[in-house]
């Protein structure tokens, strides 16, 4: 407690030197304040970027494989890729479930893009998707009201469908939706279930377009084919993705090589298809992150370094300027320690507070950035 006391003085005496020369201590501060400020927005910014996705491919489930049909905008080019593969279908998938070993769960999906729906919403319209009941044990949903649809629901393509949490409140408000009805195209359908909503937004990983459940009408496989698709339709073998749970214990980087080598056999080279394995990713975004840190911290180093300079080649000119002061402090008395803690003060007071406007400035700068 003495120390503290004996240590007061010298602190007052610090900030008293400090108020003197205002202008002087802020631009000192200046470099420390942009520096560390600059240092903690990046950091904030570039972590909560990563940490979403990072969320965001764990979602997608670590032990899941993705089979994404690409599509093409592009007409000529959609005719070549005919030419050389049907683009990916239900062959595609039997294939996959014969061969690979060390499936869990598995299911083909099909997609359509709704140019009706009721009730209406000004939002944008949900994307309707046909999937096997074990979609909901490949991809973990959780269900916030009533239930998934069962194997019975499929095999008599029972016009039933689950919602995501967006598509529920767009569609029906905030009441119990189960029992309810929503109307896809011409078609409708009894809600028999609403998902919890996905901690995510991110429709997109590694430039390949992955679907948003929130904002999603999820209904049998066997009924969306049997009520949105023509009995004449060349698309009805036809998917746009296939989703792959592995066991636990198996390698899913390894299958998806597996699966890579079958789809290519009969692909060939048209490039309809792309993979999307989360652990691959997930390791991927790991390494990259620790790499970035690293970088990060070598910047933090560097800047405090510059911001130090700084400091002491202002402390050197005080203590030019004020040799003085220093000569008549030693003739009353003073130990040369005393003199140099003195000024030790100053620097560390300048280095607290520049440092501490800079992280506030940094996290400030991150949230308008974030905002905006």
Request: with cysteine; net charge neutral.
């Amino acid at each position: 407690m003495m120390d503290v006391k004996s240590f007061l003085p010298e602190l007052y005496m610090g900030l008293s030197s400090l108020m003197v020369h205002k202008l002087r201590s802020l631009l000192t501060m200046m470099g420390m304040i942009f520096g560390v400020g600059a240092v903690v927005s990046m950091l904030s910014i570039t972590a909560g970027a990563q940490k979403e996705m990072i969320s965001f491919i764990e979602l997608l489930g670590v032990n899941n494989i993705i089979i994404e049909a690409k599509e093409s905008v592009d007409r000529n080019e959609l005719q070549t890729r005919r030419a050389i593969s049907p683009g990916l279908t239900f062959r595609d998938y039997r294939a996959i479930v014969e061969n690979v070993q060390g499936i869990q769960a598995s299911t083909p999906r099909k997609r359509f893009k709704p140019t009706k729906v009721l009730p209406k919403t000004a939002q944008e319209p949900p994307v309707l998707i046909g999937v096997l009941p074990n979609f909901q044990e490949i991809n973990s949903l959780r269900m916030v009201e009533g239930r998934f649809f069962n194997d019975e629901d499929n095999l008599t393509s029972a016009p039933v469908c689950v919602l995501g949490e967006s598509t529920k409140t767009n569609l029906l408000g905030y009441e119990r939706a189960v029992g309810k009805y929503v109307k896809i195209n011409n078609v409708w359908l009894q809600v028999v279930g609403v998902m919890e909503h996905a901690a995510t937004a991110e429709t997109e990983v590694e430039g390949v377009e992955v679907l948003n459940r929130n904002n999603m009408v999820i209904a049998p496989l066997n009924s969306v084919m049997r009520r949105f698709e023509d009995s004449n339709s060349f698309l009805k073998d036809e998917i746009d993705g296939i989703y792959i749970k592995v066991k636990t214990g198996v390698d899913s980087i390894e299958t998806a090589k597996v699966v890579g080598a079958i789809l290519s056999a009969t692909h060939k080279d048209a490039g309809d298809w792309t993979p999307v394995v989360p652990a691959g990713l997930l390791e991927e975004r790991r390494r990259t992150q620790f790499i970035f840190e690293v970088v990060m911290i070598c910047i933090a180093g560097i800047s405090l370094l510059v911001g130090g300079i700084g400091i002491m080649n202002i402390m050197l000119a005080t203590v030019l300027e004020r040799t003085r002061e220093i000569g008549i402090r030693r003739a009353i008395g003073a130990r040369q320690s005393d003199i140099v803690r003195q000024f030790l003060t100053e620097a560390v007071l300048i280095s607290i507070v520049g440092g501490s406007i800079g992280v506030g400035f940094g996290f400030s700068l991150s949230k308008v950035i974030a905002a905006a």
